[in-house]
């Protein structure tokens, strides 16, 4: 269930569209099936979202589509349009037009009749069938005014993960493996709206298990997350909630004041244990000030779970070493851990250093289906192998999670049994030992 999709489907509403909504992995759809839905309800436009790994399925889809209906217009956007908005045009004609950053103003101007090429910040292609960018400056929406996402549109008590709450959008940071597709300046929903949209869920909707803050990382401003924390408490809302946060724009206080609020998990990136990769990746946090606020939201009762990335730009032995070392510190304060391996995904900085040769760092692949974080195979390294750094990431797990004392807290831990799916087991079972597999 995607946050930015109710968003544009909630602000077209406001506009006077019809809107459908359809999510073929909770549907498990074949592309055949969506598509032959999408067309019994004869749209004018269909609006697609895909991330690199789903962006040869989307164009599927919209090739369905396509044949079927020449006239419809099939409009993409998310990270990989974003990142690639006039090769997504280039490489998968299907598309007609790719909406760079965030979707509910452009596609408004499109459903209302704008001429695609009279719309600021978006790929269309010329008379000529060359994809082009549109010019002009687009105005970014003031989350206080966009209406309601539009909730009603999902089958929200079908999908097993919390329900995300936007309470801010844009990020100021630049860690080279992360793209900003809705730019880097900050928003802010007020706190009375933020509150508004999650007392609306929890009492039309029965929602109780949320996800506050954004796609990225909340808590951004200290006061605006503690009025936010303030107000659940003031308005007696009974609800639990995680978010994904940064261990430098925290402190024991505000820890304090989250927990009381209902937070009872919260994803944290720590990305490496050598203090020269964060900070050749910009990282710009503390290896100390991480230990000490992991280890103070385990001491709230806080369930973290630690995100690791494997295969940084300049990785090498020593570095994967002290990622080790660093591992072994934090288990003990922490429920989970993932250690991803690198991916160069289009709009990061790592793209643009793996395409010039820089950070030991070289794409191999530009096979999207290939672009998730646990396949990888897309990149090769100058300072290490690609087989290496996934004997070290079957060690890394293994250090994490073979013990009685880890599995007993996994299983006492409420978050992590909600957490934790099939195939997300599968995987933790699997993944230690893949490397010694491939050896033999």
């Given at each position: 269930?995607?946050?930015?999709?109710?968003?544009?489907?909630?602000?077209?509403?406001?506009?006077?569209?019809?809107?459908?909504?359809?999510?073929?992995?909770?549907?498990?759809?074949?592309?055949?099936?969506?598509?032959?839905?999408?067309?019994?309800?004869?749209?004018?436009?269909?609006?697609?979202?895909?991330?690199?790994?789903?962006?040869?399925?989307?164009?599927?889809?919209?090739?369905?589509?396509?044949?079927?209906?020449?006239?419809?217009?099939?409009?993409?956007?998310?990270?990989?349009?974003?990142?690639?908005?006039?090769?997504?045009?280039?490489?998968?004609?299907?598309?007609?037009?790719?909406?760079?950053?965030?979707?509910?103003?452009?596609?408004?101007?499109?459903?209302?009749?704008?001429?695609?090429?009279?719309?600021?910040?978006?790929?269309?292609?010329?008379?000529?069938?060359?994809?082009?960018?549109?010019?002009?400056?687009?105005?970014?929406?003031?989350?206080?005014?966009?209406?309601?996402?539009?909730?009603?549109?999902?089958?929200?008590?079908?999908?097993?993960?919390?329900?995300?709450?936007?309470?801010?959008?844009?990020?100021?940071?630049?860690?080279?493996?992360?793209?900003?597709?809705?730019?880097?300046?900050v928003r802010y929903k007020s706190p009375e709206r933020a509150l508004d949209e999650i007392s609306y869920c929890y009492e039309k909707y029965g929602v109780r298990h949320m996800h506050?803050?954004?796609?990225?990382?909340?808590?951004?401003?200290?006061?605006?997350?503690?009025?936010?924390?303030?107000?659940?408490?003031?308005?007696?809302?009974?609800?639990?909630?995680?978010?994904?946060?940064?261990?430098?724009?925290?402190?024991?206080?505000?820890?304090?004041?989250?927990?009381?609020?209902?937070?009872?998990?919260?994803?944290?990136?720590?990305?490496?244990?050598?203090?020269?990769?964060?900070?050749?990746?910009?990282?710009?946090?503390?290896?100390?000030?991480?230990?000490?606020?992991?280890?103070?939201?385990?001491?709230?009762?806080?369930?973290?779970?630690?995100?690791?990335?494997?295969?940084?730009?300049?990785?090498?032995?020593?570095?994967?070493?002290?990622?080790?070392?660093?591992?072994?510190?934090?288990?003990?304060?922490?429920?989970?851990?993932?250690?991803?391996?690198?991916?160069?995904?289009?709009g990061t900085a790592v793209y643009e250093m793996a395409m010039k040769h820089e950070g030991g760092l070289r794409i191999v692949s530009t096979d999207w289906r290939k672009y998730t974080?646990?396949?990888?195979?897309?990149?090769?390294?100058?300072?290490?192998?690609?087989?290496?750094?996934?004997?070290?990431?079957?060690?890394?797990?293994?250090?994490?999670?073979?013990?009685?004392?880890?599995?007993?807290?996994?299983?006492?831990?409420?978050?992590?049994?909600?957490?934790?799916?099939?195939?997300?087991?599968?995987?933790?079972?699997?993944?230690?030992?893949?490397?010694?597999?491939?050896?033999?």
């Amino acid at each position: 269930m995607n946050t930015g999709i109710a968003s544009i489907a909630g602000y077209l509403r406001s506009l006077g569209c019809e809107i459908l909504v359809l999510d073929p992995r909770l549907e498990q759809l074949t592309t055949k099936q969506l598509a032959e839905q999408i067309l019994a309800w004869t749209p004018d436009f269909v609006g697609y979202t895909a991330a690199s790994q789903d962006i040869c399925d989307a164009a599927e889809i919209a090739a369905e589509v396509k044949n079927a209906r020449a006239g419809v217009v099939n409009v993409v956007g998310g990270y990989h349009a974003s990142a690639l908005p006039t090769q997504t045009l280039a490489e998968f004609p299907a598309f007609d037009i790719a909406v760079q950053g965030e979707g509910e103003i452009p596609f408004g101007q499109l459903v209302q009749g704008v001429p695609p090429e009279q719309v600021p910040g978006i790929a269309v292609r010329s008379e000529a069938g060359t994809p082009v960018l549109t010019h002009g400056d687009r105005p970014l929406a003031n989350l206080d005014e966009l209406p309601m996402p539009a909730w009603d549109l999902f089958e929200l008590g079908r999908y097993p993960h919390p329900l995300l709450f936007e309470c801010v959008r844009g990020c100021p940071y630049n860690c080279v493996y992360c793209f900003h597709a809705v730019g880097r300046q900050v928003r802010y929903k007020s706190p009375e709206r933020a509150l508004d949209e999650i007392s609306y869920c929890y009492e039309k909707y029965g929602v109780r298990h949320m996800h506050l803050g954004t796609n990225g990382t909340w808590p951004l401003a200290r006061q605006h997350c503690a009025e936010i924390c303030e107000g659940i408490l003031a308005r007696g809302l009974k609800i639990r909630w995680r978010t994904s946060a940064r261990t430098d724009l925290m402190d024991e206080e505000l820890i304090a004041l989250m927990r009381r609020s209902g937070c009872d998990s919260m994803d944290i990136g720590i990305e490496s244990g050598s203090a020269e990769i964060l900070r050749r990746c910009q990282k710009k946090t503390s290896l100390p000030e991480t230990i000490r606020i992991v280890r103070a939201c385990h001491e709230q009762g806080i369930e973290v779970e630690l995100n690791f990335l494997v295969g940084l730009p300049y990785e090498n032995q020593e570095s994967m070493k002290e990622t080790y070392d660093l591992v072994g510190k934090l288990r003990r304060y922490s429920t989970l851990a993932n250690f991803a391996l690198l991916m160069p995904f289009p709009g990061t900085a790592v793209y643009e250093m793996a395409m010039k040769h820089e950070g030991g760092l070289r794409i191999v692949s530009t096979d999207w289906r290939k672009y998730t974080k646990q396949a990888g195979r897309v990149l090769k390294y100058d300072h290490v192998s690609q087989d290496e750094l996934e004997a070290w990431r079957a060690k890394l797990y293994r250090h994490y999670y073979f013990s009685l004392r880890k599995l007993f807290q996994v299983l006492r831990a409420p978050g992590a049994r909600r957490l934790i799916t099939p195939a997300r087991l599968l995987f933790m079972l699997k993944t230690p030992f893949t490397s010694r597999q491939r050896k033999r």
